[in-house]
């Protein structure tokens, strides 16, 4: 069913079933490979609420979650301009410590968030990513989990927003062209 945000239409792309297979392939491999460490979830707001909150019901091990908000997008296009809007609050010197982001595309805002964790002098840094964009995606650093790959559509949805609109919906659609 096509959906219309502001002046744009949507249409289905990825089910709740297919998002729910990727979050618990996600779980997973974080509870093999974190399971003799305590990690420190850092999830990205505001995109990734939904994809934090499911992937935390799979998480079995003992662990902490803290938020860092960062923006660097203005209706479809990534402006190339990362505020911190909210910093980094805990204490993470030699933690191993997990963003969780909602997509990957260019990777601007989460290189900007490495850059600011490598002054930390964590124990390791990993990032899970429900979604990426590998067509986009040309920074240097490792992406350790990853839900899916999409191709470089605009997509809405679990979390993902057009100014705004659209995070609430439980499945993910998107742009029709």
Known sequence: MKIRLHDKDFVPYLSETEIDKAVTSIAD??????QDKKPLFLAVLNGSFMFTSDLMKKIEIDCELSFVKLA??????SSGEI??????????Y?????????????????GHLMEVLKTHDTASISIATLLLKPDVFKKKYPLHF????IPN??????????????RNLK???QLEE
Request: net charge negative; no cysteine; hydrophobic share 35%.
């Open 171 to 173: 499945a993910i659609y």
């Open 146 to 149: 990853v839900g899916m790959e």
């Open 83 to 92: 505020k911190e809007l909210i910093g980094l609050s805990d204490n993470i």
């Open 29 to 34: 491999q974080i509870n093999k490979n974190f």
């Open 94 to 110: 030699n933690r191993h410590v997990i963003i969780l982001e909602d997509i990957v595309d260019t990777g601007t805002t989460l």
């Open 153 to 166: 559509k605009f997509v809405v949805g679990y979390g993902l927003d057009y100014n705004e609109s659209g």
């Open 72 to 77: 660097s997008y203005h209706g479809t296009q």
